[in-house]
């Protein structure tokens, strides 16, 4: 299975502060994607990226929340001044190919606000 | 707003049996299906995925079945092994490429 990784495997933080979560996809892949899992809750979708641009956001992606690709390698996901409610597993993926709709999971990080 | 449904949380299976898992979905618009493995503080991992053009897809053990008049698709696992216990979440997508998943059903295959 094509490897995605993501770093740290966990964070904890005060309230707050600001974190980035790292992620590296399936290489040379232009779509990006950050989900989030609040523990015993489902997957949620957070933020669509491609090309380099957002492409979609849900409700919860709000202006706290960033994303970028600060080389051509890496894509992190930062939130500005974290709350409790932001404790969750944080996942990115990418799909195999341009034209695939599986998308590749990376093992997550877990962000314990405190 | 459950767009994708698990109705049910917890599956119990013996080893070598059927494993049977089950997804609803409301919205018409959905095209692709997914199914997803997932441990404990891991991310998921992709299993096996149908297209709403087909209904039904194999791979393996592993074969999804989709019924779209019935906005229902279910995974099959057969024969079920110890190493399936898991929790697996069914997704799905449309007009975008955004995955909608369900709230998970926790298979648990016994000796």
């Known amino acids: 299975e094509p490897e995605v990784t993501q770093t740290p495997s966990h964070q904890v933080t005060q309230m707050g502060q600001e974190v980035i979560l790292r992620c590296v996809p399936i290489?040379?892949?232009?779509?990006f994607y950050w989900y989030r899992q609040i523990l015993g809750q489902k997957v949620e979708f957070l933020v669509s990226?491609?090309?380099?641009?957002?492409?979609?956001k849900s409700e919860i992606f709000d202006d706290q929340f960033s994303v970028e690709r600060p080389d051509g390698s890496n894509f992190t996901l930062k939130i500005r001044s974290t709350k409790l409610e932001d404790s969750a597993m944080y996942f990115c993926?990418?799909?195999?190919?341009?034209?695939?709709?599986?998308?590749?999971f990376g093992p997550g990080t877990r962000l314990t606000v405190l | 707003d459950q767009q994708v449904k698990q109705n049910s949380p917890s599956l119990s299976v013996q080893e070598g049996r059927i494993s049977i898992l089950n997804c609803d979905y409301t919205?018409?618009?959905?095209?692709?299906f997914l199914w997803y493995k997932k441990y404990p503080a891991e991310g998921p991992t992709f299993l096996i995925s149908i297209s709403s053009i087909k209904d039904k897809n194999e791979d393996g053990r592993f074969t999804v079945f989709l019924n779209k008049s019935a906005k229902h698709l279910s995974l099959h696992i057969v024969p079920s092994q110890p190493g399936d216990s898991a929790v697996y979440f069914c997704a799905a997508s449309g007009r975008t490429d955004k995955l909608i998943f369900g709230t998970g059903t926790r298979l648990q295959v016994f000796p």
């Open positions: 990226f491609y090309n380099n641009e957002i492409s979609e």
């Open positions: 993926a990418s799909p195999e190919g341009a034209l695939s709709n599986e998308q590749f």
């Open positions: 919205n018409s618009m959905f095209d692709y």
């Open positions: 290489s040379n892949h232009l779509y």
